[in-house]
Nanobody, 125 residues
Framework: QVQLVESGGGLVQAGGSLRLSCAASGRLFSSYAIGWFRQAPGKDREFLAHTNWSVGRTSYADSVKGRFTISRDNDKNTVYLQMNSLTPEDTAVYYC??????????????????WGQGTQVTVSS
């Protein structure tokens, strides 16, 4: 089992940047694939990015490709989401999630086994 805690959210102006962190506790963190999702009020949970360090795979949603970068530091049991060129449409609660079965359907939030509590990101215009 793994526990996830997101941090780094906050209020930023349009065009700005934030780096979110997802700190994990528990054994064998490096064996989990990690995804980032977000959910805005009244909307479905949206896939953003995914990393599977064990097989060297990283993927992004088209909506954030080129603006967001996912990375991980296994020594620190932490996954990051660097977010640049933010717009008000990026306002949402951001979540990280861990997948122990290495799903190929990385965009499907139901495939993930463990979730953090989320961190709020608000982008002002």
């Amino acid at each position: 089992q793994v526990q996830l805690v997101e941090s780094g959210g906050g209020l930023v102006q349009a065009g700005g940047s934030l780096r979110l962190s997802c700190a994990a506790s528990g054994r064998l963190f490096s064996s989990y694939a990690i995804g980032w999702f977000r959910q805005a009020p009244g909307k479905d949970r949206e896939f953003l990015a995914h990393t599977n360090w064990s097989v060297g795979r990283t993927s992004y949603a088209d909506s954030v490709k080129g603006r967001f970068t996912i990375s991980r530091d296994n020594d620190k049991n932490t996954v990051y989401l660097q977010m640049n060129s933010l717009t008000p449409e990026d306002t949402a609660v951001y979540y990280c999630a861990a997948d122990q079965t290495w799903t190929m359907e990385v965009w499907d939030h139901s495939k993930y086994d463990y979730w953090g509590q989320g961190t709020q990101v608000t982008v002002s215009s």
